[in-house]
């Protein structure tokens, strides 16, 4: 078994050890979707909205990867083979012409489902039960974001995070704050924090309120993220 296969591998079986949505089962599949985005022969598409497919394709993953069974082989190349299944689709989907179409419920599904319809899959089939549905999507795209936002911070890419501190207090960045207040679960509390880099409380609350906060919220919008608007 390669390095890649073996990081593959440690990564499924660490989800699967680890209850849904725990902390430590959200860092070992925001890694293992990391993994997965850099796979040689996953399926590209020069369309504008493939980030779109790709990302309904991960929820799909985050839901089905109890289904996965990975070979003695090679496990890459089995699970490029598994997710292409359903990201070819989702990029099918994206060249349909009729894509924007308001939704029919007595329309055929995708080949690979045969002539079922969404009505006959809902064998219960209520207006709530469609809000359910509605509301499980919403959950799930909410959920990668937070996935994706707590990797941000740890890695910090372009050291905005790290480079946003108050004056004489570097230590006092927004990526450590974040990390303490966002990534660990219980996050710390102001006044331990304060007491912990000799900062007065005040200082950083305000620091967290007025930059930290406002830098969080802009990159969860540009991993997608999209704030309901008030009543």
């Given at each position: 078994?390669?390095?890649?296969?073996?990081?593959?591998?440690?990564?499924?079986?660490?989800?699967?050890?680890?209850?849904?949505?725990s902390r430590k089962w959200r860092t070992a599949m925001h890694k293992l979707l990391l993994e997965i985005q850099q796979l040689p022969g996953l399926k590209k598409s020069a369309h504008q909205d493939y980030p779109e497919a790709l990302n309904r394709t991960f929820e799909w993953v985050s839901r089905e990867l109890a289904?996965?069974?990975?070979?003695?082989?090679?496990?890459?190349?089995?699970?490029?083979?598994?997710?292409?299944?359903?990201?070819?689709?989702?990029i099918q989907d994206l060249y349909s012409?009729?894509?924007?179409?308001?939704?029919?419920?007595d329309a055929p599904l995708a080949a690979d489902i045969g002539e079922t319809t969404r009505l006959q899959l809902l064998a219960d089939f209520t207006l709530s039960g469609l809000d359910g549905m509605i509301e499980n999507a919403q959950k799930e795209t909410t959920q990668r974001i937070g996935l994706e936002l707590e990797l941000y911070i740890e890695q910090d890419p372009e050291g905005k995070l790290k480079n946003?501190?108050?004056?004489?207090?570097?230590?006092?960045?927004?990526?450590?704050?974040?990390k303490?207040?966002?990534?660990?679960?219980?996050?710390?509390?102001?006044?331990?924090?304060?007491?912990?880099?000799?900062?007065?409380?005040?200082?950083?609350?305000?620091?967290?309120?007025?930059?930290?906060?406002?830098?969080?919220?802009?990159?969860?919008?540009?991993?997608?993220?999209?704030?309901?608007?008030?009543?």
């Open positions: 078994m390669d390095d890649l296969d073996g990081r593959l591998s440690a990564l499924i079986a660490e989800v699967r050890q680890n209850p849904a949505n289904k996965f069974e990975p070979p003695q082989s090679s496990v890459s190349k089995s699970l490029v083979n598994w997710i292409n299944g359903y990201l070819g689709w989702r012409p009729d894509k924007d179409a308001p939704l029919s419920l946003s501190y108050p004056r004489s207090y570097p230590e006092c960045n927004c990526q450590f704050l974040s303490r207040r966002v990534v660990k679960d219980p996050p710390d509390k102001f006044q331990d924090l304060a007491k912990e880099l000799n900062v007065k409380y005040t200082t950083l609350n305000s620091h967290w309120k007025r930059k930290c906060e406002p830098s969080l919220q802009e990159i969860a919008r540009t991993l997608g993220y999209k704030q309901e608007p008030q009543p």
